[in-house]
């Protein structure tokens, strides 16, 4: 499970070849034994729930990080080696 970023107790995956259950790129979010799925396009909940407070949370990091969230997938999707991403702080 590649791990690309955590903050404010909120971990954060990409999962190299992920593009079959979710067909848009996307992030993995987990927070607190709850799970969500955030699409890289538009940062709504594809599946999944989490607190309001860390959904807005998820999703301005996710537009800091537009860029290299992209790349990431893309990068992911060919089953190479994801980039860490700086937390938010």
């Known amino acids: ?3 690309i970023s ?8 990409m ?7 979710h067909s ?6 987990e927070y607190s ?9 538009d940062g709504e909940i594809l599946a999944g729930e989490l607190p309001p407070k860390k959904i807005r949370l998820v999703q301005a990091w996710m ?3 537009a860029e290299e969230l992209e790349a990431d997938w893309r990068i992911a999707v060919q089953g190479g080696e994801i ?4 937390p938010l702080r």
């Open 63 to 65: 537009d800091i990080h």
């Open 6 to 13: 955590m903050f404010y107790g909120i971990i954060i995956y």
């Open 24 to 29: 848009m790129p996307h992030i993995h979010v």
């Open 33 to 41: 034994g709850m799970s969500a799925v955030f699409s890289l396009l």
């Open 15 to 21: 999962y190299p070849l992920d593009t079959k259950q």
């Open 83 to 86: 980039f860490r991403i700086e």
């Open 1 to 3: 499970m590649p791990i």
